[in-house]
């Protein structure tokens, strides 16, 4: 693994984001009005157990894993662009290895969600979401977001290897990133759900982002999260190696 080819993805990463942050903007309007308005009306209702937390500050974790992941998703349609303009190919010869590119465009992934979230972090204040006053903890999340971003990256990335169209990208993007977001914890509790989906739901990487994310950000209670680490770097090591073996394919 070279660490210099993963800094290389990540500044190349943060250049792009310095000449245009709009896309960043704009993805944040979909958090917003979950927030600003699915919160409070379902809040209003009290349906939901969420533990005597404000339903708001309950879907805030889940919302803003929605927006990194949708992040990270579509960033195969970063790889598919570079295959067609033959920048994957001019990767191919430099001296690092298949898994060293692999890893390192995923986790620049985890760069942009980083950004995304800072983004989305202040909207949630203004909206009245109390956070768990923790320094500390808003860094550990943080760094669950980038851990957690690679993965779904890399799941992108595989995807891209089957797909040669950017069209065809867009469509597979949002029929994977809507089911893990609604069959996990993020909008409601595990335990409301149908036996079919809780099962799902135990295997769904994003559960455990997001338990691991509530955790840190909103009630404090990190009695689970090494559980919830251990099931991501899980995720994150799985998706990494696949992806690494499809990469040629991507290629061609």
Not at 35 to 50: E, K, N, Y
Not at 132 to 141: E, I, K, V
Not at 181 to 189: D, E, G, I, W
Not at 199 to 218: C, E, G, H, K, W
């Amino acid at each position: 693994m070279s660490l210099s080819a993963l800094w290389a993805m990540w500044e190349l990463e943060l250049r792009r984001l310095r000449h245009d942050r709009l896309e960043l903007y704009t993805r944040a309007v979909q958090p917003l009005l979950w927030i600003g308005v699915f919160g409070p009306i379902m809040g209003s209702i009290r349906a939901i157990p969420t533990g005597g937390v404000p339903y708001t500050s309950f879907i805030t974790p889940g919302v803003l894993i929605q927006s990194t992941t949708f992040v990270s998703i579509f960033y195969g349609l970063t790889i598919v662009w570079e295959r067609e303009s033959g920048i994957l190919k001019k990767l191919l010869v430099t001296p690092a290895s298949r898994a060293s590119l692999v890893v390192g465009r995923a986790m620049a992934a985890g760069v942009r969600a980083i950004f995304q979230a800072l983004v989305i972090v202040p909207i949630a204040l203004l909206v009245g979401v109390r956070f768990y006053p923790n320094p500390l903890y808003l860094l550990g999340a943080l760094g669950v977001i980038f851990l957690s971003s690679g993965g779904f990256a890399a799941l992108s990335m595989l995807v891209a290897s089957f797909l040669k169209t950017r069209e065809r990208f867009m469509g597979i993007g949002q029929a994977l990133t809507f089911p893990l977001f609604f069959a996990s914890n993020a909008l409601y509790p595990v335990a409301m759900m149908p036996r079919a989906l809780q099962v799902f739901a135990q295997v769904n990487p994003m559960s455990y982002v997001v338990d691991a994310v509530r955790s840190l950000t909103i009630t404090g209670n990190v009695s689970q999260l090494g559980l919830d680490l251990l099931a991501i770097l899980a995720f994150d090591l799985v998706m990494f190696a696949i992806a690494s073996v499809s990469f040629r394919r991507i290629i061609e």
